[in-house]
């Protein structure tokens, strides 16, 4: 709805039209009434109105300043005034305010009013679906701008120059002058924890869109230019002319560092910047732009959120696993001990060791996979505990991490996890044949799971297994199936594009009807409504 604020020093005007126009009907919102000119400023820095409707005569301040006042708070301000007759001469000055509409008191009417405010209400509908389709319309030529440069810089960093001077020519077509001898410094960008980037923004399409977008926005260096490689690579160009007046170098990493700060603060996302040598050859900057995006080892042990040089980085030949025994040792004595500051210490002391060595990254990923897979078997088979465990997902996990810094805090978290959980063992220890209808009930959400079945696969008698289990976890064998399922399908809803029905189907339910239903009591709101509040 739009808003509206009406103005009058009478108070028999204010009541006339606050009671007599039917906002709602016309798709308005009455934000409030005040009775000077004063007031209604305050009013109108609060509320920001779309429509104003004001008398001219009031006190502390007139009508035609407080249009002017708030039109430089929003410019698409609707103004109508209401005049007495000699008030009149102050129409010219409402002209030049654009004043939309001007209406004599003397001859007031509700229906004069509402057949206004009807119309600037459409006036107001119109010009937001405009802009809504100049935005659209922005976002696609924005859009294939950056495809057509994300595919040009590919096609440069993958195939062979056989013709440096076709390709110079290329990279005038988008300003950057290489024929003519002006160096540029190249800086690789990565947005940090990108998996998880991804599921916030519903995919990396949408992620590549939103930092493109946000980094083309910020970044005010003139004449400096932004190539996309994927979703989870941007390679900037610098032009770096000769010069004694100003360091190059400090202007761009101030630039990047406060580039980096704003989009932490207003996108949370986390960014690194690494520059590489200055080129002012096509072939030289080719091979430092490929030098910087190979840096693997490099961009692993620099940390996150980083603007830094590019130096070359000389693993160790020593095999890490040496120490995996001592670690595992210690990584189990630490979920044992129930501590959470002793975990931090064990993973710090852990994190120094490991960038002493500077062992490859590949191995050091292999090592806390390795680790934890051992753990999570140890604790998930030996002590019969419950988990969703899920070894394909925790590989990809690890895989997707690029950082020392990123791994590190993840075994971390996982090992508190971990230590929370057996604790919880301790304190209630469940009877194996229940642990097992629990596992067996989360690997298998997606078939019909009755009781009596469950009990024979058991070999116990079905009430007696339901004594039992009521007894042992304070819930009905069917009210822990329905819970585990309505859980796994707040995360469908979550994490994927599934619809109602999809889900229903994937958790083994043939009426879509009574998943709802059964939803609705465990959440207390329908799946298309928890979908649209996460």
């Given at each position: 709805m739009f808003?509206?604020?009406?103005?009058?020093?009478?108070?028999?005007?204010?009541?006339?039209?606050?009671?007599?126009?039917?906002?709602?009907n016309?798709?308005?919102?009455?934000?409030?009434?005040?009775?000077?000119?004063?007031?209604?400023?305050e009013?109108?820095?609060?509320?920001?109105p779309?429509?104003?409707?004001?008398?001219?005569?009031?006190?502390?301040?007139?009508?035609?300043?407080?249009i002017?006042?708030v039109?430089?708070?929003?410019?698409?301000?609707k103004?109508v005034?209401?005049?007495?007759?000699?008030?009149?001469?102050?129409a010219?000055s409402a002209?030049?305010?654009?004043v939309?509409?001007?209406i004599?008191?003397?001859?007031?009417?509700?229906?004069q009013?509402?057949?206004?405010?009807?119309?600037?209400?459409?006036q107001?509908?119109?010009?937001?679906?405009?802009?809504?389709?100049r935005?659209?319309?922005?976002?696609?030529?924005?859009?294939n701008?950056s495809?057509?440069?994300?595919?040009?810089?590919?096609k440069?960093?993958?195939?062979?120059v056989?013709?440096?001077a076709?390709?110079?020519?290329?990279?005038q077509?988008?300003?950057?002058?290489?024929?003519?001898?002006?160096?540029?410094?190249?800086?690789?960008?990565?947005p940090?924890?990108?998996?998880e980037?991804?599921?916030r923004?519903?995919?990396?399409?949408?992620?590549?869109?939103?930092?493109?977008?946000a980094?083309?926005?910020?970044?005010?260096?003139?004449?400096?230019?932004?190539?996309?490689?994927?979703e989870?690579q941007?390679?900037?160009?610098?032009?770096?002319?000769?010069?004694?007046k100003?360091?190059?170098y400090?202007?761009?990493?101030?630039?990047?560092?406060?580039?980096q700060q704003?989009?932490?603060?207003?996108?949370?996302?986390?960014i690194?910047?690494?520059?590489?040598?200055?080129?002012?050859?096509?072939l030289?900057?080719?091979?430092?732009?490929?030098?910087?995006?190979?840096a693997?080892?490099?961009?692993?042990?620099?940390?996150?959120r980083?603007?830094?040089k590019?130096?070359?980085?000389?693993?160790?030949?020593?095999d890490i696993?040496?120490?995996?025994?001592?670690?595992?040792?210690?990584?189990?004595?630490?979920?044992?001990?129930g501590?959470?500051?002793?975990?931090s210490l064990?993973?710090?002391?852990?994190?120094?060791?490991?960038?002493s060595?500077?062992?490859p990254?590949?191995?050091?990923?292999?090592?806390?996979?390795?680790?934890?897979?051992?753990?999570?078997?140890?604790?998930?088979?030996?002590?019969?505990?419950?988990?969703?465990?899920?070894?394909?997902?925790?590989q990809?996990?690890?895989?997707?991490?690029?950082?020392?810094d990123?791994?590190?805090?993840?075994?971390?978290a996982?090992?508190?996890?971990k230590?929370?959980?057996?604790e919880?063992?301790?304190?209630?220890?469940?009877?194996r044949?229940?642990?097992?209808?629990?596992?067996?009930?989360q690997?298998h959400?997606?078939?019909?799971?009755?009781?009596?079945?469950?009990?024979?696969?058991?070999?116990?008698?079905?009430?007696h297994?339901?004594?039992?289990?009521?007894?042992?976890?304070?819930?009905?064998?069917?009210?822990?199936?329905t819970r585990?399922?309505?859980?796994?399908?707040?995360?469908?809803?979550?994490?994927s594009d599934?619809?109602?029905?999809?889900?229903?189907?994937q958790?083994g339910?043939e009426?879509?009807?009574?998943?709802?239903?059964?939803f609705?009591?465990?959440a207390?709101?329908?799946?298309?409504?928890?979908?649209?509040?996460?």
């Open positions: 808003k509206v604020l009406i103005a009058d020093d009478h108070y028999t005007v204010l009541d006339y039209l606050s009671a007599g126009i039917p906002w709602r016309l798709g308005l919102e009455l934000a409030a009434v005040c009775s000077d000119g004063g007031q209604a400023w009013a109108c820095q609060l509320h920001r779309d429509i104003l409707v004001t008398d001219i005569g009031m006190p502390v301040m007139d009508g035609l300043e407080l002017e006042k039109r430089a708070l929003n410019p698409r301000l103004a005034i209401l005049s007495c007759h000699e008030d009149f001469h102050y010219q002209v030049k305010l654009n939309s509409d001007y004599l008191k003397e001859s007031l009417q509700i229906d009013v509402v057949s206004v405010l009807g119309r600037l209400a459409n107001l509908t119109e010009e937001k679906r405009l802009e809504n389709d935005n659209q319309l922005q976002n696609v030529v924005q859009q701008l495809a057509i440069r994300s595919r040009f810089i590919r440069f960093l993958e195939q062979p056989w013709n440096e076709e390709w110079a020519n290329e990279f077509n988008f300003g950057i002058l290489l024929s003519g001898g002006v160096p540029y410094l190249p800086v690789a960008a990565w940090e924890r990108a998996a980037l991804e599921i923004f519903g995919g990396a399409v949408n992620m590549q869109f939103v930092i493109d977008n980094l083309q926005e910020l970044v005010r260096l003139s004449e400096s230019f932004i190539f996309v490689l994927n989870q941007y390679l900037f160009l610098f032009p770096f002319p000769h010069t004694l100003r360091n190059l400090e202007d761009v990493r101030e630039e990047l560092l406060r580039v704003q989009m932490y603060q207003h996108l949370r996302v986390g690194s910047f690494v520059r590489g040598e200055v080129s002012g050859d096509l030289q900057l080719k091979k430092e732009i490929q030098r910087l995006f190979d693997k080892t490099f961009r692993f042990y620099a940390g996150e980083i603007y830094a590019m130096l070359p980085v000389e693993t160790t030949k020593e696993f040496l120490h995996y025994s001592k670690a595992l040792q210690e990584m189990k004595d630490c979920i044992v001990a501590d959470k500051a002793r975990i064990a993973v710090k002391e852990w994190k120094k060791f490991i960038e060595r500077v062992y990254v590949e191995a050091v990923k292999c090592w806390v996979l390795k680790m934890t897979m051992e753990l999570q078997l140890k604790y998930t088979v030996m002590q019969n505990f419950v988990t969703s465990f899920n070894t394909e997902m925790l990809r996990k690890i895989a997707s991490i690029e950082t020392l990123h791994l590190l805090e993840w075994l971390q996982f090992l508190e996890k230590s929370v959980e057996i919880a063992l301790r304190e209630q220890t469940v009877r044949e229940i642990a097992e209808a629990q596992r067996y009930v690997i959400t997606g078939e019909k799971i009755a009781m009596e079945e469950m009990a024979h696969r058991l070999n116990l008698n079905p009430s297994f339901s004594r039992i289990f009521k007894q042992e976890t304070g819930e009905t064998f069917v009210e822990f199936v585990t399922k309505m859980e796994r399908a707040q995360e469908l809803l979550n994490q599934l619809n109602v029905a999809e889900i229903s189907e958790l339910y009426h879509t009807s009574y998943f709802i239903k059964l609705r009591n465990f207390g709101m329908s799946p298309n409504e928890f979908r649209k509040s996460i």
